[in-house]
């Protein structure tokens, strides 16, 4: 069965309420895998560790990232600067530095400037994405600056890690 909702029961500052709910409104426009559900609450009943609330929100800007079907060099720096946004305010309002799994999403977004050659090197390296994922950030990535022959090929190394897995 799929987890669908994340209840958070924490005390939550005005601070962290704004963020909750811009990630509410960010993702309320496109919905993420998991449907985020903020309770405030007086007592201190956390029911998943923040590590683990980190892991799935990272897991759900990759997932966001990947969805693109067009990514200009404009759009890059703006991955980077939503993300470097969310990443300064949960380590402000949680004290946590640096932020659990941040490079996860660090990582994915820097793949999109790398050369042929250099992408390929990293989609063997970087299992831990999704082969949908490694094909969106080919297609919309190195891809576009390639010949369809060379993509081709670079499709065809993420099939291949993807049936040994």
Not at 37 to 44: E, K, R
Request: aromatic share 10%; with cysteine; net charge positive.
């Amino acid at each position: 069965m799929a987890i669908t909702t994340l209840v958070l029961t924490v005390p939550i500052s005005g601070e962290l309420q704004r963020v909750a709910t811009g990630l509410v409104f960010v993702f309320a426009r496109q919905p993420p895998p998991l449907t985020l559900l903020y309770l405030c609450s007086s007592s201190l009943s956390y029911q998943w560790p923040l590590c683990n609330v980190c892991y799935i929100i990272i897991s759900m800007f990759v997932c966001r990232f990947s969805l693109a079907k067009k990514c200009t060099n404009e759009g890059r720096a703006l991955m980077q600067l939503d993300f470097q946004q969310y990443r300064t305010k949960v380590e402000k309002i949680s004290g946590i530095r640096p932020l659990p799994y941040h490079q996860y999403v660090e990582d994915y977004i820097k793949a999109y400037y790398l050369s042929e050659t250099d992408t390929e090197e990293w989609i063997r390296k970087h299992t831990e994405y999704s082969s949908k994922q490694l094909q969106s950030l080919v297609v919309t990535g190195v891809g576009s600056r390639i010949t369809k022959r060379s993509r081709q090929r670079l499709l065809t190394v993420i099939e291949e890690l993807e049936k040994r897995k």
